[in-house]
Every structure is written in C-alpha cells, then in structure tokens.
T-cell receptor, first 112, second 112 residues
C-alpha cells in the first residue's frame, strides 16, 4: 500500500543553518506530494506542493523537488529562522484512489 | 474568509459522557475531513465527506464514533460513550480540490 516515511525528529538547528527534512514515499500510481506545517497550538497549513515528477514546490524560502527515481520529496531551506520552529508533515495523495497519506511529522526546533 | 471554524476549542468530560465536536468548513469547499492527532499515533484520518456524503469512514475507530454533515456548512463528530483513550486533538479540514486541505484550529478533548 501507499505510505510516506519521514526522518525522525526532533531536528535542532541554530538560526541561519541549512535545513533538510527527508521524506520518501511508496505509491502504486502517480501521486501528488505535499508538505504541511503545524505551528504550536494550530492546525496544519499547506506549505508547498508538487504534482508530477521533477516539479519543484516552493514557498516562504522552503523548497522540495519531486524525485520519482528516488521516490523522495525532501524539504530544504537555506537559512532557517526561529519562527520556522514547527512540526513538518510530508503527505501524498493518490488522485485515482482519493486517498491522503500523512507522514508521522518531524519537529524542528530553531535556536537563536 | 474566516477559515475553518471548530467548536469548542477545548472540551473536558468524564468517561461515559457524550461528546459532540462541531465544524464549519470554508464556504464553497466540497470536501470535509475529520482527523485525530495524538502523540502515540500521529495524525489519523477518521472520515471524509464529499458534497455532504460520507465517502470513506474506514478510519473511524469503532461504533462509538459517528459523523454527520447535514448541510454544506456544518458537520459534527460525536463520541458516545467517551473513553479516556479518546483524548486527543480533533481537527476538521476542508478542501475545494481534495488535495489542498485547510485545517481548523482543532478541538482538544480530554476524557477523565
């Protein structure tokens, strides 16, 4: 079955450090891929998306590229800020099956 | 737009009591989702509706849980009777496309 695997957290970085959060997926069809972010005490918010292979999603300095050959969608940011501290969820949607799969989430702590 | 509205934000109840959680989706969105989030199991999809019709309720844990969507602007998730293991944050989300979900702030349920 379909699934999403994220790196275990928490990830602790200093401000202005480079961020990578790994995400790999298993899918039977042609999924769309998403990153959602959850700030403390809030619901999830869509951060970025990619709907086909080689697409790059980007938003607020975050980027992720849909790599079909490695079945990955790693989240990156060149210089993190304290305000980026949150839990990040990788997600997959199989269009034909109308199924939505979330990863387990990766908590990011950014220290000043 | 006010976004997805959930009520109450916090609910504390005793075991055996009935609990009703409410959700108002974003106007014009055809999809509505109910999720449960716990530390142990992460984010779980309980049920989702399309045009007020339940499409997939395979995530509903047991018969004590029920969800309704009587019209396009309102949905409820009911737990009867409640148990301590139901303690979690319950999120409602809505979407116009299925893929891009907008989450509410959540209801934190504590069953003692």
């Amino acid at each position: 079955g379909d699934s999403v695997t994220q790196m275990e957290g928490p990830v602790t970085l200093s401000e202005e450090a480079f961020l990578t959060i790994n995400c790999t997926y298993t899918a039977t069809g042609y999924p769309s891929l998403f990153w959602y972010v959850q700030y403390p005490g809030e619901g999830l918010q869509l951060l970025l998306k990619a709907t086909k292979a080689d697409d790059k999603g980007s938003n607020k300095g975050f980027e992720a590229t849909y790599r079909k050959e490695t079945t990955s969608f790693h989240l990156e940011k060149g210089s993190v800020q304290v305000s980026d501290s949150a839990v990040y969820f990788c997600a997959l949607v199989e269009y034909n099956f109308n199924k939505f799969y979330f990863g387990s989430g990766t908590k990011l702590n950014v220290k000043p | 737009d006010a976004g997805v509205i959930q009520s109450p934000r916090h609910e504390v109840t005793e075991m055996g009591q009935e609990v009703t959680l409410r959700c108002k989706p974003i106007s014009g969105h055809d999809y509505l989702f109910w999720y449960r989030q716990t530390m142990m199991r992460g984010l779980e999809l309980l049920i989702y509706f399309n045009n007020n019709v339940p499409i997939d309720d395979s995530g509903m844990p047991e018969d004590r849980f029920s969800a309704k969507m009587p019209n396009a602007s309102f949905s409820t998730l009911k737990i009867q009777p409640s148990e301590p293991r139901d303690s979690a944050v319950y999120f409602c989300a809505s979407s116009g496309t299925f893929y891009e979900q907008y989450f509410g702030p959540g209801t934190r349920l504590t069953v003692t």
